[in-house]
């Protein structure tokens, strides 16, 4: 391809130079070459067309004399001659003609005029200009840029651990997952209907983790294992209704998990403390819970089943941090007597990543499920009683209870589970044993070789992969190892320990044995060592029980069927490869390829977080650059990139302001002011910061009531500490009195955090800083395009103003602070388990950054508002827009009111909702933050067509509103309540056909069926993607969270679960159509899937049924 591209040019440069002479009056004849300048949407190799311009109508008028007598010669520019491989073109999507015609239809003149009219002049800047990549860079120049910063991190093997470990990605699930934006660019599964396929990975997961826990209970991922330990610290502390205030930490736990719980006590008044095991008292009568590691940080294997009891006979409750591979050859915690168990899922097939994103995770028993933090898939029926899968019990989460909430998280590691579940069900209980078996028996052969050598002395106690070595001199040791390219872990002066995993070989044992032999010489390889090695697992602590026994652990073992497997459920559901996804407050914009290329480059995935910095210093030089970027964009003096979420950002911002008071011995400023529109995690937050909340309402124009912000100001002014507002509001608005605002809270002594949430709507056009913030978290996975990943991963770095910087947050193994660093530092504690977060998911928003320069990306934000205003525009005429600026315009998303429909046709938002899938839409936020509404945010990437396209579609629902209005259509029996997918189903039930071959006598049939669907047939031709479930999902709360295991056995007309024969009408739709609501209703894949994997769910289908 580069060699056609090559000639080709070459040809059009020869054209271009042969064809130069032009007559002497200045005029072209139609025989001569037109002077060409690319579309946007044609390539640059593209042939010239037939029209014929004059030379004054190419020069803008002008007839150019040129030097060579008669004879006139076009030149050619410099700008033809430059890399045409530029960024913003392919990233922001309207030409600039689609701009001035948007524009001119939403009454202006120019793109200019109408930001000029949308964004108040106190808060606009004049430009945005970087001191690196201002210009942009092209893919091409930031792939080789990516490449050189690769270079730069130096690759040692790691034998750190610590809860990071190298491990083997299956290539199936790297190329199918991991780089497939199929995966990655869903939006979390709250409409279940399009999202079957993830949620069934993620049930996976949960089951997984049920499995090799022992206990009941699983959410959907968390963060990372510290923040998964601070989860269950407060889990404990609302156990016991916050009576106890003395949570208990074993210094066997990983520093980095300590230090996170430290930081989060604070804000829930909780004393942590700290002890040896032996000396853990429980005698003060006043302890909530206590946290312990299995197996422990230095590698013991410990059996707390005496000490658990112990306990429990005090009320305690018990945490166990632990390693899912162990858990495979070790007695799972559950059987132990633990209440909650939280680990990290990184080393099931998910690479390091110099610390992130991984899969964190919780597991408790049935009595706790109310308590749990984060997302949790349960087992349903839909509306016709057919088993569907769905988001459980959230009445828990955020977004509902807000400060209330069990936890503030939201994003979680939902990609990241995946992929681990993947790794489970590729390998398969045995599978996974045996990778433990190997890890272990290569500790094994370590420590006894060490003991052959006689030069340094091994634990005595039972371990798992992590080997304790003491020594003479830990440092000299760790020096030898770093000549040999070798990571280790130096405890002390005399204390090492050495971690294995599934990468390390038996050669690498041999080197290990080199460095610890000082100038000994080595006269056993690790293989001759094989046969002498025992278990060292003690029989009491070996697991006996099953685990991963239900068939979707048991079938798929072939990369063959792997893939398979993979593609099923990806075609389930809905992503950006099928359509824009409008919703509000969300910025589903373009993940380009480019972007996200590096994340997979072995010199960024294979670091550990803790390897010494002079080994990745081409991670520290992209965050540095970073950070100096994002300071630019904000207005900003200093940026932590450690928060690995925007909840956690949020978090990490107030406690800052929180830091900062302290120091000013202001102890008593505790009260946050909070508007109601806000998002549901700002609450959330400042319940965690141990902040009182006072709200503050709005307006008929959907603005902050100032007045009555003035007034709770006033009346805390003493107690002050924070104000959390999202600009432009989550209304869809840019407030005229922002600025005020943020005076008003200054001169009361207090603080503005800024949520970064809207920040698609700021860039290049004006600044936190700049409006008067003081701190503010960036949502890396929407404004700057990590993809969401169906639920995670996210980013959420926060920037503070000078005097906030030295308060931002370190780490207890490697110290970090602010970028640029502040002259002092005084950090208010850790956030996350590694030190810069999810660090391999940076280079995403570094290399969007970089490309699109400060020019692409302050167009980026004007064609994210245009794009709103002009839908806005086009339906206006067909549904109320709730809120706009003072000039008639709306920001970046804006909410349309759906709640009259109720009165005139009993039409809800749902039905607008689930309508919009009949053709191929996701829908748009709904019913937040105003009930009966739909909250629609377009984003910069999305083309003129397909913003026409979702306007068309909304436009033609009205119509069929309108029908029911009018009374054509029956108020009970219509399109939007009887969808169009479920008279699929209904008619392929009618003629036992499988519903991908019913759809093409669809209309026939409708009015067969006694249904018509006059509007529908533009729509459906355009109709992408088929849901999986049928529609109104059953809120449950006594679903099932894992997959029950049964035999099953498929007959012609029947199942047999178990005993005795269970016969259901779905066996019988099943044998005859060759499908079931797990296919994927696309034309070419109506074919038997493994409907016998979901045994339980056929029961509570038949008993719902019944019922």
Request: charge should be neutral; include cysteine.
């Amino acid at each position: 391809m580069e060699r056609a591209r090559r000639l080709a040019s070459r040809a059009i440069l020869r054209r271009l130079v042969n064809e130069t002479k032009q007559s002497s009056n200045g005029q072209m004849s139609c025989r001569s070459p037109v002077l060409y300048t690319p579309s946007r949407y044609v390539s640059s190799l593209s042939p010239f067309g037939s029209k014929c311009y004059s030379r004054s109508d190419l020069l803008g008028g002008r007839n150019v004399p040129n030097s060579f007598g008669s004879q006139q010669v076009r030149s050619i520019s410099v700008e033809a001659l430059k890399s045409s491989d530029t960024f913003p073109r392919r990233h922001n999507s309207a030409t600039p003609e689609e701009q001035a015609k948007m524009a001119e239809s939403c009454g202006f003149d120019s793109l200019d005029s109408l930001i000029d009219a949308t964004v108040p002049k106190a808060i606009r800047i004049d430009s945005m200009k970087f001191s690196k990549f201002d210009e942009g860079l092209t893919e091409s120049q930031m792939i080789e840029h990516m490449k050189m910063l690769e270079s730069k991190n130096k690759i040692f093997k790691s034998f750190i651990g610590m809860g990071y470990y190298n491990t083997h990605v299956p290539p199936v699930i790297l190329r199918n997952i991991m780089e497939n934006p199929a995966w990655y660019t869903q939006y979390t599964p709250y409409q279940a209907e399009i999202s079957q396929g993830r949620l069934e990975s993620l049930l996976n997961f949960q089951t997984m983790i049920a499995d090799l826990t022992g206990l009941p209970m699983s959410n959907a991922s968390l963060l990372d294992e510290g923040t998964a330990a601070a989860e269950a610290m407060a889990m404990c502390n609302n156990i016991l209704k916050g009576k106890k205030k003395t949570f208990i930490i074993a210094n066997n736990c990983h520093p980095q998990t300590i230090d996170i719980c430290k930081t989060r006590a604070d804000g829930f008044d909780l004393k942590v403390v700290t002890a040896d095991l032996k000396d853990i008292d429980y005698s003060s009568g006043d302890v909530c819970g206590v946290l312990v590691q299995y197996p422990g940080t230095e590698g013991e294997v410990l059996d707390y089943g005496e000490f658990i009891k112990n306990a429990h006979a005090h009320g305690v409750k018990v945490v166990m941090a632990t390693d899912l591979l162990a858990l495979t050859v070790l007695k799972p915690p559950g059987e132990l007597g633990a209440d909650i168990v939280v680990g990290s899922a990184q080393r099931f097939g998910v690479p390091m990543g110099y610390g992130g994103p991984h899969a964190a995770f919780l597991a408790t028993s049935q009595e706790y499920k109310r308590m749990m933090p984060g997302r949790i898939i349960g087992v349903s029926v839909d509306s016709s009683g057919k088993p569907a899968l769905r988001m459980a019990m959230q009445t828990r989460e955020q977004h509902i209870r807000r400060d209330k909430a069990t936890s503030n998280i939201c994003t979680a590691q939902a990609l990241l589970a995946n992929m681990a579940a993947m790794y489970a069900v590729y390998h398969g209980p045995e599978g996974l044993k045996a990778i433990a078996q190997r890890v272990h028996g290569l500790a094994g052969v370590f420590a006894l070789g060490l003991k052959k050598l006689g030069t340094v002395e091994v634990q005595g106690l039972p371990f798992f992969d992590t080997v304790k070595v003491t020594c003479a001199d830990a440092h000299s040791i760790a020096d030898a190892g770093y000549r040999s390219e070798i990571n280790l872990r130096v405890l002390d002066a005399k204390t090492i320990t050495v971690s294995f995993d599934e990468t390390t070989t038996l050669e690498d044992v041999d080197k290990l044995f080199k460095v610890f032999s000082g100038s000994k010489p080595v006269s056993f390889t690790a293989a001759s060592l094989a046969s002498e090695v025992e278990t060292a697992i003690p029989s009491g602590l070996e697991r006996q029980s099953p685990y991963l026994t239900h068939s979707i652990f048991n079938m798929y073992h072939t990369e063959h069927e792997l893939l398979r497997y993979i593609h099923r459920l990806q075609s389930k559901d809905l992503s950006l490869c099928h359509s824009m996804i409008p919703l509000g407050s969300c910025t589903m914009k373009l993940n380009a390829t480019a972007e996200m290329m590096p994340v997979t480059w072995p010199g960024f995935t294979d670091i550990h977080p803790f390897a010494p910095q002079v080994q990745a210093q081409g991670y520290q030089e992209m965050f540095n650059n970073l950070g100096e970027l994002l300071c630019t964009i904000t207005g900003f003096d200093s940026f932590s990139l450690q928060p690995n979420a925007g909840a956690a950002g949020e978090y990490a911002g107030l406690m800052v302001i929180r830091a900062y008071h302290l120091s000013r011995g202001d102890h008593h400023r505790n009260v946050c002011i909070i508007p109601v529109s806000a998002h549901g995690t700002n609450p959330a937050s400042a319940a965690m910061c141990g902040m009182k909340i006072v709200s503050v309402g709005t307006d008929s124009k959907g603005n902050i009531n100032i007045e009555e912000l003035r007034k709770a100001a006033e009346a805390n002014k003493d107690k002050l500490s924070a104000l959390m507002v999202t600009y432009p509001s989550t209304h869809g608005v840019y407030e005229e009195g922002i600025d005020e605002i943020c005076k008003i809270i200054h001169d009361n002594g207090g603080q503005v955090y800024m949520d970064g949430a809207n920040m698609n709507a700021q860039v290049g056009l004006t600044s936190p800083g700049f409006i008067g913030a003081d701190v503010c978290h960036l949502n890396l996975h929407k404004t700057f395009c990590i993809p969401h990943g169906g639920g995670g991963p996210g980013m959420g770095p926060i920037g503070v103003k000078k005097h906030l910087a030295p308060f931002l947050p370190s780490h207890p193994v490697v110290p970090t602070g602010g970028i640029p660093a502040p002259e002092k530092s005084d950090p208010l504690g850790t956030i996350s388990a590694a030190p810069w977060g999810s660090a391999l998911i940076l280079p995403i928003s570094y290399t969007y950054i970089a490309m699109m320069g400060s020019k692409g990306l302050t167009d980026a934000s004007k064609i994210a508002i245009l794009n709103a205003n002009y839908m806005a525009k086009r339906l206006e005429k067909h549904y109320p827009v709730l809120f706009r600026g003072v000039n008639g315009t709306v920001a970046h998303e804006f909410i349309i009111d759906l709640r009259g429909f109720k009165n005139t046709a009993g039409i809800e938002p749902e039905d607008v909702a689930k309508r919009l899938m009949d053709y191929g839409f996701h829908a748009p936020t709904m019913s937040w933050p105003v009930p009966g509404t739909l909250m629609i945010e377009p984003t910069e990437s999305e083309s003129k067509a397909e913003l026409d396209r979702f306007c068309d579609t909304l436009i033609s629902i009205r119509e069929e509103i309108a029908e029911i209005e009018n009374g054509k259509a029956d108020i009970h029996n219509n399109v939007l309540k009887i969808l169009f997918t479920e008279l699929i189903h209904t008619l392929a039930g009618r003629l036992s056909i499988p519903p991908s071959f019913a759809h093409g006598r669809c209309m026939d049939k409708c009015r067969i069926l006694g249904n018509t669907l006059p509007s529908l047939l533009s729509g459906f031709e355009l109709l992408k993607f088929w849901p999986t479930s049928r529609y109104g999902l059953k809120t449950s709360f006594t679903v099932d969270l894992a997959f029950p295991v049964y035999d099953i056995k498929i007959g012609v007309h029947n199942i047999e679960i178990g005993s005795p024969m269970f016969e259901h009408e779905f066996a019988c739709f099943f044998a005859v159509s060759g499908t079931c609501w797990t296919n994927v209703y696309g034309d070419r894949q109506c074919h038997l899937q493994p409907f016998f994997q979901y045994p339980q769910m056929v029961e509570e289908a038949a008993a719902a049924n019944a019922r």
